[in-house]
Every structure is written in C-alpha cells, then in structure tokens.
C-alpha cells in the first residue's frame, strides 16, 4: 500500500492520541538517596539504588513498572548494563525536570523503556541502547561532557526523542544506526563536534519535527552518511537513510551546512529556517553515502558484510581505506520552502549548496548510473548567502544538464542572494522569520509525486502535501 504524507501523519496523530488500552496494573518502585536496598521499595519505604530496583524487574516477562525517582544523584549503584527488560517501563523523576541525576545508560534489548524528566550527564556515551524497541526519552536533560556520542541507538525500532535538551557530543549528539521509526520532536541539539544529529545505516521511517539545532561543528541534521555494512540490519541494507521528512526545524550557529543528504531515498527538507550556517563549507549538502565493511580480517561480525551482499545489499568486504568504499547514490531528495539567511558580513567559506557529481561506472550492487542528484529538487526557498557574486555552488558536472537542479532551474524555482529575508531568533532560542519570506509557501506549488519504487525500503509517502 502507497500512503499520502497527509494521511500518514494523521494515523501517528490519531494512534497518539488514542486511549491506552486495557493493561495489568503497574507496580511502583520509589527509589530516594536516603533509602535502603533492604525495604520494600514503596513510596513510605523507597529503595536506595537504581540497581535494586532494576533487579526487581524479572527477565524476560511483560510488565509494567514505575520507578519514581526522588531528588538526588543515582550514579552509585546503577547497573552496569541495563539489560533484557520488556514491558511497560518507565523511569522518572518526580520533583522536577533534572532533579534526579543519573550516570550513563547502557542498554541492551530492553523494550518499552521511557525515560521522563531525568538528567544523565556521565558516562561513555551518554545513553547507549542497541536491539532496543520502544524507547522514548521525554523532557530528559543529556550532557555529554566530550562523550563520543551523546545519544547512539544501534539496530533498534520505534525510538522517540521529545522536548528533551542533548548536548556535549565529541562527535554526534544523536547518533542511529539501523534503527526503524525515529522520531525527533522539539528537541535541543547542540554544542557537538560533528554533527548535531543524524539517522544511518539503513534507518528508516524518520520524521524530524521542531527541534532546534546549534552551535555543532560538521552541521545541523544529515539523512544518511556512512556505514560499516556489518552494523547494518536486513533487509534495510541499500541506502544509509530512507523516507525522511525534516519539517518545521530551526538551525543556527553551525560551522557546516544546515542540513545535509548523504545517501538517502525519499527525503523531504521543507519549512526550516537556519541562519549562521557554513562558515566553514555550505549551507546545503546532497552527497554520496560511504559503504565499507570496517575492522580488520577475522573480527567478529565481518561475516555478515558478506551475508548482506548475497542477500542484494549494496556494499564490500573490505575496509575501507580512504577511497575503496562504496559511494550510495540519493534518490527523490526534495527540498522545498526553507528560508535560510546569513548575515550580511556572514556568508558561507565556499558557496551556498554541494552538490556531488557523477561517479564514473558503479560497483558494490549499486545500479549503474545511479547518482546523488536523482530526483533531486529544489523549489520555493528563500536563501540569502553573500549575495549575487557568492557561488550557486551548481553546475560544473554536479547537476546533469537539463535537470531539476541545474543552475538555471534552481534560479528560477528559489529566490537566491536578490532579496534577504530577516531571522530573528527568540527568547527561548528557536527562530522566526519576519517580513515577506514569513508567507513564502503559500505561493509555492505543492511538492511532485515521488514516482517508483525503492526497494527494499518502504515508500511510504507517494505524495508529499
């Protein structure tokens, strides 16, 4: 079955706000710092540790637990690994958003997990969680402190970040590999080495609504990147990303580009607003994705580099290198209704999109011909960026003669360097738009229908409203 956009987010909106069906009823566990791993864990006698209460979940049967955490700091005596847990869980503070303090989570196939007000601030990655279904973290604080990744989620389905604050990251503050159904709603990404955030190796079914991205080093939000092809999950193993839509977001303050495609099929960029971006590179990017099967002969798990192969993934054996990986092309990238505004004095380092251009011949199972630009659109922007000398950044092999995103089109579709539109960021940091951009997408024709197939990821949106 092919789903209109529309009619998609509909179900998601009529499913969240369905009634909770009929469950058994939940035991609570009350866990203060002035209580003992001895009582019973009721809210007269509360449990001290995480770790006690967490051994009182049972392995591997259903439930649904509370553990109400009192003020105070729960990094003594936490598991080590938060492990094999299904159910309903949830695990809250209950005095105020950051009152409970909680060291790094690693987790490892839990389903039904739901983190709400806490704050984590400690540990490798800050929240680590792999083969994980049901996850949502909602109003959480995350500090990474120089952590390699704040958030990174592995070969896991239906992950939820809402209205939570992510932050510190070395490199990414959210990271997914092969995670199906991602949603980023309203969240803060920032001061990250790399990226503020993206979704790889094969994710799928992510929607990326009213977050705000800032001050991260690479860029915003990217849709694909690259992959060791063993970390990927069956059958999602052609492109990095697919059916992608990042709606309504704020960026500013990033080094790189505001958002990027690296990959990626079915990808909707529409209604954002970035200013102070690409101070070092661009303000938009839609490249190749890297394929490579990564650690050296006879580590455990290379084998399935191979197993995905046979199976019609796109990739190698062989590590990469530096240049023999596999480049994963982009299909049906749109972008459409965005208004990003640098500063006069402000501009991007080189020029305002990227834009790969052909790679010679294919290998990897990649279809011959495939490129970064098919499919690709650009319609209805409103971009200021230098001005009329700075570079369009198109052309020059890097859009196919005659295509939707030669110079030519781009320039007439957009409304590029004449006119500035004004950014104004508010009070709580995210960023409107004043003045005659503010209406731009009422005079914007609808975006196209995505023809064919992708396979095998879904198409989940034939046409996008």
Request: charged letters at 20%; a positive charge.
């Amino acid at each position: 079955m092919r789903w209109q956009l529309g009619t998609l987010l509909a179900v998601i909106v009529g499913l969240l706000m369905a009634p909770a069906a009929a469950s058994a009823a939940t035991r609570e566990l009350t866990i203060a710092p002035s209580g003992s791993d001895a009582a019973s864990g009721s809210r007269s006698a509360p449990l001290r540790t995480l770790g006690a209460a967490w051994r009182k979940i049972p392995i591997g049967k259903s439930g649904a637990w509370l553990l109400r955490l009192k003020a105070g700091s729960y990094r003594a005596g936490a598991p080590v690994y938060w492990e094999k847990r299904s159910g309903t869980i949830t695990i809250e503070s209950v005095d105020g958003r950051d009152a409970a303090r909680l060291a790094g989570m690693n987790v490892y196939r839990v389903n039904g997990l739901t983190l709400r007000g806490v704050r984590l601030d400690d540990g490798g990655d800050v929240f680590h969680c792999e083969r994980c279904k049901r996850v949502r973290l909602d109003h959480v604080t995350l500090r990474g402190d120089g952590a390699h990744e704040t958030i990174k989620i592995n070969q896991s389905s239906d992950v939820t970040v809402a209205d939570s604050d992510v932050s510190g990251a070395g490199d990414n503050n959210f990271d997914a590999v092969a995670v199906r159904r991602i949603k980023l709603l309203r969240n803060h990404f920032h001061d990250a080495g790399d990226w503020c955030a993206y979704a790889k190796g094969g994710s799928t079914e992510v929607i990326v609504r009213g977050n705000l991205f800032s001050e991260c080093g690479t860029g915003g939000f990217t849709a694909g990147q690259g992959t060791g092809m063993q970390f990927m999950a069956s059958p999602f193993t052609h492109y990095e990303a697919s059916s992608v839509l990042i709606e309504g977001n704020s960026v500013r303050d990033t080094e790189g580009a505001a958002f990027g495609v690296n990959g990626a099929a079915n990808v909707l960029i529409r209604d954002n607003i970035a200013t102070r971006v690409g101070s070092r590179s661009h303000l938009l990017e839609v490249g190749y994705g890297g394929r490579s099967c990564d650690g050296r002969r006879g580590d455990a798990g290379r084998g399935r580099c191979a197993s995905y192969i046979r199976a019609g993934g796109w990739g190698t054996t062989v590590v990469d290198d530096g240049d023999n990986f596999i480049r994963i092309p982009n299909r049906n990238v749109l972008i459409y209704d965005n208004v990003i505004s640098n500063p006069e004095d402000g501009a991007s380092q080189w020029q305002v999109f990227s834009v790969a251009g052909a790679r010679p011949g294919a290998r990897g199972g990649v279809p011959r011909g495939a490129r970064a630009d098919d499919g690709l659109k650009i319609v209805g922007n409103a971009i200021y960026d230098g001005g009329a000398s700075h570079s369009l950044g198109l052309g020059d092999g890097d859009c196919r003669v005659g295509s939707s995103c030669s110079p030519a089109r781009v320039t007439a579709a957009n409304e590029i360097n004449g006119r500035r539109p004004i950014i104004t960021q508010r009070s709580d940091g995210w960023l409107q738009v004043t003045g005659w951009a503010a209406s731009l997408r009422a005079h914007t024709p609808p975006p196209p229908s995505l023809s064919g197939r992708v396979r095998p990821e879904p198409q989940l949106w034939r046409r996008w409203p």
